[in-house]
């Protein structure tokens, strides 16, 4: 295939140039950081808001069954999200192969790489197709973290370009690939991973990972008798 973007008058490389070019004006050790960040920190920090979003979910999920249905669904939202990033890199795989579209180091002089070894293809992103397959995987299962989770996707992305390791449409393809594949593989999936959820709820030995313990440590499974309820009813007969 055509390389996508072959002269500095495309608007996608002038856009390369201008934001790699904060990498040249920044401290030595600005860059570092950005070098981790981009290439490890943040999607790190999406994993952590992912395992953070679960134990809220699992802590203000009450004792009715509507409520540990409610949390059930949630949690096969947050169980979608990391397989929807996986099911999205394996699909990135033929895309890159069919574009073939060189690292933006290999076509343009100067500019300030901050990660070396790169030698596979660039369009698109990985980076930005996994953060924002996460970030829309989170907004599906609850808002507020996925607000959170897609403004992490975005700075990823503008990390990846800012290390002169991808062009923004890079970037673009792999936000536009990461969404689509959450979205469009969610309903299926939610019918799916949402009755394995509700059934581990229900359960004696996996209620926990879909609400919290009560404070006599016991799981609070639907239906189940706390043992002041149990000592009440008996004082009642």
């Given at each position: 295939?055509a ?92 895309i ?6 060189p ?23 990985d ?47 792999g ?63």
């Open positions: 295939m390389v996508l973007a072959e002269s500095g008058s495309n608007p996608d490389v002038e856009l390369l140039y201008d934001i790699n070019g904060l990498a040249k004006e920044a401290p030595h050790w600005f860059d570092r950081i950005m070098e981790f960040v981009g290439e490890y920190g943040l999607v790190l920090a999406l994993v952590l808001l992912v395992l953070w979003c679960w134990w809220s979910v699992r802590r203000s999920a009450g004792s009715g069954s509507d409520s540990g249905d409610q949390a059930a669904s949630s949690v096969a939202a947050l169980v979608w999200a990391p397989l929807a990033a996986a099911v999205a890199v394996l699909v990135n795989v033929p890159r192969g069919f574009v073939e579209r690292r933006p180091f290999r076509d343009h002089q100067g500019l300030d790489v901050l990660v070396s070894g790169k030698t596979d293809y660039s369009f698109v992103s980076h930005a197709t996994i953060t924002m397959a996460l970030g829309v995987g989170l907004f599906i299962a609850n808002r507020k973290f996925g607000i959170a989770g897609i403004g992490l996707a975005l700075l990823e992305g503008f990390c990846r370009v800012y290390m002169g390791v991808h062009y923004p449409t890079d970037v673009v393809g936000f536009a690939l990461g969404t689509a594949v959450v979205l469009l593989l969610a309903p299926g999936a939610m019918a799916l991973l949402t009755p394995v959820t509700k059934a581990v709820g229900r359960s004696s030995w996996g209620a926990w990972l879909i609400r919290r313990r009560s404070s006599a440590g016991e799981a609070l499974v639907p239906g189940a008798r706390t043992p002041a309820a149990a000592e009440e009813r008996d004082l009642a007969a």
